[in-house]
């Protein structure tokens, strides 16, 4: 049997406010306007910073613009509780089936495998979330039982 490393992430930033992003109503910003803020994925390398557009606390949805360093690699992984949504700003991100330049969208679905992504220059993506999001590392070390 396959032992998987299981990794939840209650919500991006959960404790993120912004004024004004209460579903019952709409609301703009300036995403250049907020702040950069470290975003702690456990078992992941730090390095990826977000800017919380919204934050559907009630949902648990969260939309984001994400930026991964240059040479930055997020691990082969998948998601039990939701799909997400990348679409890139800016920036080149390369995975295996190969590499995602400006202007591309990508959608991983719930239990799909992803990644390796590595950052081969500093890359910017807009990133949503259709559910409660979990970040489970795939086991690149299974043990057999």
């Known amino acids: ?3 998987k490393k299981l990794i939840m992430l209650a919500l991006l930033l959960a404790s993120v406010r912004l ?6 109503k709409s609301f703009r910003l300036r995403s250049s306007s907020l702040p950069w803020q470290a975003m ?4 992941v390398p730090k ?8 934050d559907q606390k009630d949902k648990k949805l969260i939309s984001a613009i994400v930026k991964f360093p240059k040479g930055y690699r997020e691990p082969r ?3 039990t509780t939701c ?3 990348l679409y890139i700003l800016k920036g080149r991100l390369h995975s295996p089936e190969g590499d995602l ?3 591309m969208f990508i959608y991983s679905a719930i239990n ?13 993506l807009l990133f949503y979330t259709d559910g409660p999001f979990d970040f489970i590392v795939e086991d690149t070390n299974p043990v057999s039982k």
């Open 1 to 3: 049997m396959t032992m």
């Open 19 to 24: 004024a004004g992003a209460e579903e019952t």
């Open 40 to 43: 702690e994925l456990p078992g």
């Open 47 to 54: 390095g990826v910073q977000q800017r919380v557009l919204h």
């Open 77 to 79: 992984h998948y998601h």
């Open 83 to 85: 799909g997400h949504s």
């Open 101 to 103: 330049t400006p202007g």
């Open 112 to 124: 799909e495998r992803h990644g390796p992504f590595t950052a081969m220059e500093e890359t910017e």
